[in-house]
């Protein structure tokens, strides 16, 4: 067989080859630094066409590698895709899950800045209740210290002599 054949069938050879052709051994070299065992005299271009040559040979080899382990990749992602559809349309249902949360969320802090507002006119309108049954309860001790000074029939009394009206007040609150 020939170093060319050789070359062609991607097999290396580090020597004289044994051929039955009339040509000359050449060995095929694919590493460059050891062009110089070379035997014979070969002009410089055909040893770069024969580098050149045994790399595109080496390179042919390995895309057979490529190709397999590409085909696995392709093989791996499709056992693969049944899962990657089941996880996209999970991952759309929790999507669709945060969105609904996040607006229900949205319609929480409302409801909670509408309480908030509740809750302080509440606070507003009891503070008036609270002021106003004050003032009725003081309205509410006047008339009933007038009714027993009427009752008691007392002349400075029927007049409205403040002061006595006022120790009614307290002693009526002292009774309480």
């Not at 590409?70 to 895709?81: H, P």
């Not at 009752?151 to 120790?167: P, Q, T």
Request: net charge negative; glycine share 4%; charged share 30%.
């Amino acid at each position: 067989m020939s170093a060319i054949q050789n070359v062609r069938n991607g097999e290396q050879s580090h020597g004289p080859s044994q051929t039955n052709s009339i040509a000359p051994a050449v060995p095929i070299i694919i590493n460059p630094h050891v062009s110089e065992s070379l035997q014979g005299d070969v002009p410089e271009r055909d040893v770069s066409e024969m580098l050149s040559f045994g790399r595109i040979v080496k390179e042919l080899q390995e895309l057979a590698s490529r190709r397999s382990d590409l085909l696995s990749v392709i093989a791996d992602n499709q056992r693969n895709l049944p899962d990657r559809d089941k996880l996209a349309q999970f991952a759309e249902q929790l999507s669709q899950k945060a969105n609904k949360l996040e607006e229900e969320a949205r319609k929480a802090c409302w409801q909670a800045e509408i309480a908030k507002q509740d809750l302080k006119s509440a606070e507003d309108k009891a503070e008036t209740i609270e002021s106003d049954m004050y003032e009725l309860q003081l309205v509410q001790q006047r008339y009933n210290a007038k009714h027993r000074l009427l009752n008691i029939g007392g002349s400075e009394v029927a007049l409205g002599d403040e002061s006595v009206i006022r120790k009614l007040i307290q002693s009526d609150s002292v009774m309480k």
